[in-house]
């Protein structure tokens, strides 16, 4: 019974369908998974960034160019925002060079982002001096750090509790020209790349 099921072309056949079913169904599942942490990413930009660009390239001594995901005009800040999307266990420290994804037997080492994300932000507080600039890494759900969370790094929707955090501690002063400061850097940036520039429906708090 056994060699007739395995020389009979038909079960063959399905076997080959319900594999190719069943990998559809992964890439089905690990796409919406993406696709749900993006959406979750731009609820939160929403909610803080009264402007907003999105894949800005700017000048780097070093670098040369430099890839942002996102740079936000909040109330108070300019925020610097770069997107990861590591599934599995995450092992880094602010310190530690190389980070390593273990997902199932394997791992991978990768660059410890928080170095690129510096020179981001240093890009751009050349182009702003004396306007705050932070930089935040959003690392989606599909990861997690199960031996702590490094200093620069945000996962799932921790985005604004912790920029308003960040606000709260800047003196009433500050708050002043980040508007002024935002259109500057808007125009610089253009002057080299046509970034897209989103308005939100919130007005800046001056």
């Known amino acids: 019974m056994l060699e007739s099921l395995i020389a009979d072309p038909r079960v063959w056949s399905a076997a080959a369908v319900v ?18 942490d993006m959406r979750m990413v731009q609820r939160q930009i929403k909610k803080l960034a009264v402007r907003c660009m999105e894949q800005v ?6 670098e040369g160019e430099l890839r942002i995901d996102y740079l936000l005009h909040t109330d108070r800040l ?11 266990k995450i092992y880094g420290g602010d310190r530690v060079e190389r980070w390593t ?19 981001c932000v240093a890009s751009v507080k050349g182009l702003l001096p004396g306007v705050p600039v932070v930089g935040r890494i959003v690392f989606s759900t599909a990861g997690e750090f199960p031996k702590g969370i ?7 929707n921790a985005l604004v509790d912790q920029v308003r955090a960040l606000e709260g501690g800047l003196a009433p002063i500050e708050r002043t020209g980040v508007n002024m400061a ?10 080299r790349a046509d970034p897209r520039v989103h308005l939100s429906k919130r007005q800046a708090i001056l």
């Open 57 to 62: 390239a700017i000048s780097d001594p070093v």
């Open 101 to 119: 994804q273990v997902c199932g037997h394997r791992s991978y080492k990768f660059a410890n982002p928080q170095g690129y994300l510096d020179s």
């Open 78 to 88: 300019i925020v610097v925002l770069n997107v990861q999307n590591f599934p599995g």
């Open 150 to 156: 490094p200093t620069n790094v945000v996962m799932g």
């Open 19 to 36: 594999s190719v079913l069943l990998l559809m169904l992964v890439l089905f599942i690990k796409q919406r998974r993406r696709t749900a």
């Open 182 to 191: 935002w259109d500057k850097l808007q125009a610089a940036l253009q002057e």
